[in-house]
């Protein structure tokens, strides 16, 4: 028991490294770049503290563009939350930028040059959201295609993608909006 009240304190990333014979090494400070990051950790309590700090620090902005639009500031905190959790830095493997994660398509569409700025990012991001609940008339849908783009959920029938990432992300945009 008190062994495992100290595995869950310690927190460190796992480095797996296999020598050319066959042997299996293990370590949380690699020696050489041979070794490969297998488990990833982190201090679940500091992220919970800063994610509060960041929702603290976008949520004037988030109120404002929200009114703008229409929308509910909930519904955009679960968005920028799953999208990016609140880091303006952020880029996706697929190109996305920014707290609303808009691709280059979108902040051409919206007029964004810099999809680093988080003004212009979450009034793009909000504008695209607002169009999308018109467009479709239902916020689920609007988030399937804030995630897989408009034309999935056409091809769909106006229905949820059956894709396993749009799918996910729908759900989870809609548990933090519900929160």
Do not use: C, W
Request: glycine share 6%; proline share 6%; hydrophobic share 35%.
């Amino acid at each position: 028991m008190g062994l495992l009240v100290f595995a869950s304190l310690a927190m460190a990333d796992v480095y797996k490294y296999v020598d050319p014979s066959g042997q299996v090494y293990y370590s949380d400070k690699p020696r050489h770049s041979r070794y490969k990051l297998i488990i990833r950790t982190t201090n679940s309590r500091r992220q919970r503290q800063s994610l509060a700090t960041k929702r603290a620090l976008y949520s004037p902005l988030i109120e404002k563009i929200a009114k703008k639009y229409d929308l509910e500031p909930a519904l955009l905190h679960a968005v920028i939350r799953a999208e990016s959790s609140y880091n303006p830095r952020a880029v996706s493997p697929k190109g996305a930028v920014g707290l609303m994660q808009l691709m280059p398509e979108t902040a051409r569409r919206y007029g964004v040059e810099d999809r680093h700025d988080p003004a212009k990012n979450i009034d793009a991001g909000s504008r695209y959201l607002r169009d999308l609940i018109d467009t479709f008339g239902d916020i689920k849908l609007a988030v399937a295609a804030y995630n897989a783009g408009e034309a999935a959920v056409r091809k769909y029938g106006n229905r949820i993608p059956p894709y396993r990432e749009t799918r996910h992300y729908v759900s989870r945009v809609l548990n933090f909006y519900q929160r």
